[in-house]
């Protein structure tokens, strides 16, 4: 295997070489963290925003919601719940009861300054709790069924400064702080939870939002989402919980994916050139090395391969700059989006993302120095040194 | 490399030439006058030694002014959305939005007609203006539009609007006539006299608010002429139509009502109090009512989403880091190659200063030219059409390119090849012309 045996020789060579070149090979270096970093920053909000969501997540969940085209508040008629206990596959409690709840959604108007914003409130019924066990009451007692009272997650608390013993306005009067809870990091922390009857008696109507099912195991999904689409009498759709965690990731953070996306690009362009440059830079000042090594039979292909693998090595350090850079900025920080509390999260599909766009960005940028270095004619080059 | 070999015999042709000229020069005692000229040369030729490597460098600089452009545009919209945003100004809207009609509030969201003389009443209120939004596709359902009618106490409420008296009169006199701004004149390619159908969907608003008692979804306004953008880039996408008609075409049960009301306040420093007073008149009747400050509302619209605003200086930061170590590099290595041919020049009798000059020109040129064409791509960017942009992005402000921020580039593009020249120019003054030439 001449070719990759030379190959290995003329990489070797080249970075032994490097110190000669350590300026530009930092730069490079640098122009690829700065991408990678700006790139990982920014998605790093997408990425939180649905570990978020997906924090608790149970293969053994689904969600019922309303089917595409009529989803408005409010849309799962109350009283349907009953034909969707029929489904096949639902997991029951010890007592006998199918695991399945209603759950309702409302936008809370703030109680002070508008400035200070407001959490939503989510209505959740009995079984609510048993579906979300990392639920816990940490201060105070829970909400009392047919009771005007909430319970407050500790990232609402924080966000929009409420406490126990104050208490939200909906329209037919306060609704007094009675606990607070957390659970486990996830999006529900950043709302405010209240009983569904009590709520939806409140409002005047008669609709749900969801409707969370436990299913004996994971693999009775697909049945169990058949028999509600045929059914004739819903007009509703189950999903994966952890499909809708990425649906209500996605849809809220579909505009600052695209941003950074796009920016990032521009980035990318911009340090494309730079490496072509650099690269172009390393290889002219390799002439002489390259062509005597041509001239004594090393072949141009590990010639072009030993050039794109350094470009590769190089963009590699930089990848690792950037998510270094990118994750000691901004993991773990907390953001408000809207009323969702969460925390950035470099994570490790990010990590993955960044490096496959540095590998991306090295072929590319590579790429036309290596074919110069393996194209140059061996009597050219020897003469022009 | 025969584009470089070509290079080098181009500078050393021009150092000839520079030498008759100076010689031509001391007889004439002109020295100054022509020594621009004289550099000119030495410049040009430096840029064009590594023709490939200079484009390059000017492309990777480019790509980052149009994207350091962008950014500082970006951060300016949003800047201005909060500055132009009034602290005299109030939007009244209901505090329950709800999807369950009731008799005082058929479709859960709006606000009867007669609160707004509840509101005119209130002490230190000004004027009070109703509006209601049209909102649906024009053409296509990805050309999002939205008519927004509103009353004749409009002018009132809203003094900044860009409508002559004579045009405010042309509105209220023709039902169903609308004002564009130009910038959506321009995107739709809009005219005076040309129709302009609304459709309705409830994808774009909530159920029962676009309806119309005819039961059509499409809304056929009738183009009454083109205004000027309003100042600071706000609402540069504003239709202005006419509440008699929009609430006339509605279903009988749903008309007498608006969308929100705007409000404008005797005293700025009052407005909060007098908006807490508007709630509690509110507080018990069949609407309550939610009113918000306009600069906190847009205050909140920029920072409470994921702040893209606090985005845009880091962003537009680390593409012009990026492009500084990148010119800096190319800077060091050229002065570094040319080392005895910078001791040349200074046996000549070139002066210091005029070598520094010379670094740092090669350095500011590639820099100030690719600043100059990415603000240009910017700016060439910010007016694609939207229907060109991924349907994600559709809610980006437009960025605004002013002079302030093309200026604010071209400085930074100044700094960045001083700040990149700075260290070779450092080498040059302490090269010592003795040892350079003797290949020490």
Not at chain 2, 376 to 384: C, I, N, P, Q, S
């Amino acid at each position: 295997m001449p070719v990759l045996t030379q190959t290995l020789v003329l990489t070797r060579l080249a970075f032994l070489g490097i110190a000669q070149r350590k300026w530009s090979a930092l730069v490079l270096i640098i122009s690829v963290a700065c991408v990678i970093a700006v790139l990982l920053s920014m998605l790093s909000v997408t990425a939180g925003m649905l570990r978020a969501y997906r924090s608790g997540e149970d293969p053994q969940q689904a969600v019922v919601l309303p089917e595409e085209g009529a989803r408005r508040a409010h849309a799962i008629p109350t009283n349907i719940i009953g034909t969707i206990l029929d489904a096949p596959g639902i997991a029951r409690s010890a007592d006998g009861h199918p695991l399945a709840d209603g759950e309702f959604q409302i936008w809370v108007p703030p109680m002070g300054p508008y400035a200070l914003g407001s959490p939503n409130l989510r209505g959740i019924g009995p079984v609510g709790f048993a579906l979300r066990p990392n639920l816990k009451i940490i201060a105070g007692r829970s909400f009392r069924s047919g009771r005007h009272e909430v319970i407050l997650g500790v990232a609402a608390a924080r966000t929009f400064q409420l406490r126990i013993g104050d208490a939200i306005l909906l329209a037919g009067g306060p609704w007094p702080i009675v606990g607070m809870f957390t659970d486990d990091g996830s999006m529900l922390e950043s709302e405010t939870l209240s009983d569904t009857d009590t709520l939806i008696a409140d409002r005047q109507t008669n609709g749900y939002d969801s409707i969370v099912v436990k299913l004996q195991t994971p693999a009775a999904f697909d049945n169990f989402a058949r028999w509600i689409a045929i059914n004739p009498s819903l007009m509703q759709i189950a999903v994966r919980q952890s499909d809708y965690a990425e649906l209500t990731a996605n849809r809220n953070s579909a505009f600052f994916t695209a941003l950074a996306y796009a920016v990032a690009a521009m980035m990318a362009l911009g340090a494309v050139f730079g490496t072509v440059k650099l690269m172009y830079a390393a290889v002219s000042v390799r002439t002489r090395e390259l062509a005597t090594l041509r001239a004594i039979g090393y072949q141009p292909l590990p010639v072009a391969l030993s050039v794109l693998i350094e470009t590769v090595v190089l963009a590699l350090f930089g990848a690792l700059a950037g998510v270094v850079a990118a994750w000691l900025l901004f993991n773990g920080k907390h953001v408000v989006q809207a009323r969702n509390v969460f925390d950035l999260s470099i994570s490790l599909r990010l990590v993955a993302l960044g490096i496959a766009w540095a590998v991306a960005l090295a072929l590319l940028g590579g790429l036309p120095p290596a074919i110069r270095a393996a194209r140059r004619s061996v009597n050219d080059a020897l003469r022009a040194v | 490399m025969p584009a470089r070999s070509n290079g080098r015999g181009r500078y050393q042709d021009s150092l000839t030439e520079q030498r008759r000229d100076r010689a031509g020069d001391e007889h004439a005692g002109n020295d100054g006058k022509r020594s621009g000229v004289k550099y000119w040369p030495l410049v040009w030729s430096a840029l064009w030694r590594k023709p490939a490597e200079s484009i390059l460098v000017w492309l990777a600089v480019t790509v980052s002014f149009a994207l350091f452009g962008l950014m500082v545009g970006l951060h300016a919209t949003y800047d201005q959305l909060i500055t132009n945003s009034r602290l005299d100004r109030l939007y009244v809207n209901a505090r329950f939005p709800s999807a369950n009609p009731s008799s005082a509030n058929p479709t859960g969201i709006l606000l009867p007609f007669s609160l707004r003389d509840a509101i005119m009443r209130i002490d230190g209120v000004t004027a009070v203006s109703a509006e209601y939004f049209v909102r649906g596709y024009y053409r296509d359902p990805h050309i999002r539009a939205a008519v927004d009618a509103v009353d004749e106490y409009m002018p009132a409420a809203w003094p900044e609007l860009p409508l002559t008296p004579a045009q405010w009169e042309q509105l209220h006199a023709t039902p169903n006539g609308v004002f564009v701004t130009h910038s959506w004149a321009q995107a739709l390619g809009l005219k005076a006299g040309d129709t302009l159908p609304i459709i309705t969907s409830t994808a774009f608003t909530p159920p029962g608010m676009g309806s119309r008692a005819d039961g059509a979804p499409a809304w056929q306004f009738h183009v009454l002429g083109e205004m000027p953008n309003m100042k600071g880039g706000l609402h540069d996408y504003l239709i202005l139509g006419n509440l008699g008609f929009v609430d006339n075409s509605r279903p009988p049960d749903l008309r007498g009502y608006a969308w929100e009301y705007r409000v404008a306040v005797r005293d700025a420093t009052q407005a909060s109090q007098i908006a807490v007073r508007i709630d509690q008149a509110t507080t018990n009747s069949g609407t309550p009512t939610l009113t918000i400050p306009d600069k906190i509302a847009e205050a909140d619209g920029v920072n409470s989403g994921i702040s893209v605003a606090a985005k845009t200086w880091p962003i537009a930061g680390a593409g012009l880091f990026m492009i500084l170590l990148l010119t800096g590099n190319g800077i060091a290595q050229s002065v570094r190659e040319r080392t005895s041919e910078f001791a040349v020049l200074k046996t000549l009798g070139y002066r210091q200063s005029g070598l520094m000059a010379l670094v740092f020109a090669e350095a500011a040129i590639p820099c100030l030219a690719g600043a100059a064409i990415g603000m240009g791509l910017a700016v060439l960017m910010t007016r694609l059409p939207f229907r060109y942009l991924p349907a994600d992005l559709a809610s980006l402000p437009q960025p605004a390119l002013s002079l302030g921020v093309l200026s604010v580039s071209l400085g930074c593009a100044l700094l960045l090849a001083l700040a990149g020249a700075a260290i070779p120019m450092q080498r040059l003054r302490h090269m010592s012309v003795t040892d350079t030439l003797a290949g020490r």
